[in-house]
């Protein structure tokens, strides 16, 4: 069974600031990529990962997407 945790404002900040920098553009290119907003996610590969970084992030939530999707 699936749950999930309505967080406020407050509680957001506190968990997005205990996240590096880095570790915060993974989440953002993760985002965009799922939700196809190319256009955004363009402007993020320059935002201090390494190429392999961002194509090691794709290849696994291709990947990922992939498990989700041939699940019944």
């Known amino acids: 069974m699936l749950s999930y945790t309505k967080m406020n404002a407050q509680q957001n900040m506190a968990i997005r600031q205990e996240l590096s920098a880095q570790q915060q553009v993974?989440?953002?290119?993760a985002?965009?990529?799922a939700?196809?907003?190319i256009d955004s996610l363009k402007k993020q590969f320059n935002a201090g990962l390494t190429v392999n970084q961002i194509n090691e992030l794709l290849i696994q939530q291709a990947y990922r997407?992939?498990?989700l999707l041939?699940?019944?």
């Open 70 to 72: 041939s699940y019944p």
């Open 65 to 67: 997407q992939k498990l």
């Open 26 to 29: 993974i989440v953002v290119i």
């Open 35 to 37: 939700t196809g907003n």
């Open 31 to 33: 985002a965009l990529t």
